[in-house]
């Protein structure tokens, strides 16, 4: 039995990456397409799609991402606070990260947001992963 979803899904994108795979299939949840849109937004990823497969069960289509020399944009992703550790960050703590070269998913009262917009709205949270 599966326990933590995020990593599952962050795990398939790495793996598909390193593979040099078009595209890639994640479980569905809100949590996961928020971060897989902030991946997409950040410019991460290519494109993603939410596909219903029947049974009332739906999936994430991640279309990935690379550039001319077939190298990915994402050199690390990495899942921060974990089900046996949450780790937790104040809006000043989550400023930048990798001096701006990276973005940290954080888990809000807002909502899924990556850091710059957490720290714009002055708001801290769970630090989902990190991309860079």
């Not at 899904?9 to 598909?16: D, E, G, K, P, Q």
């Not at 479980?27 to 990823?45: C, D, R």
């Not at 069960?57 to 046996?84: A, F, H, M, Q, T």
């Not at 550790?85 to 009262?109: H, P, Q």
Request: charged content about 30%.
């Amino acid at each position: 039995m599966m326990t933590d979803i995020i990593a599952d899904s962050l795990t398939r994108i790495r793996n598909a990456s390193m593979r040099r795979l078009e595209s890639t299939d994640l479980l569905h949840s809100k949590t996961i397409e928020s971060i897989v849109s902030i991946l997409v937004e950040k410019g991460y990823l290519d494109s993603y799609s939410v596909e219903d497969i029947g049974n009332n069960k739906k999936i994430i289509k991640v279309n990935l991402k690379y550039d001319e020399n077939n190298k990915s944009p994402i050199n690390e992703l990495k899942r921060i606070s974990k089900p046996g550790r949450r780790i937790y960050k104040g809006k000043d703590e989550i400023k930048r990260f990798k001096n701006g070269y990276g973005t940290l998913i954080v888990s809000t009262s807002q909502g899924v947001l990556p850091n710059d917009e957490a720290y714009k709205r002055g708001i801290g949270g769970e630090v989902l992963c990190s991309v860079w």
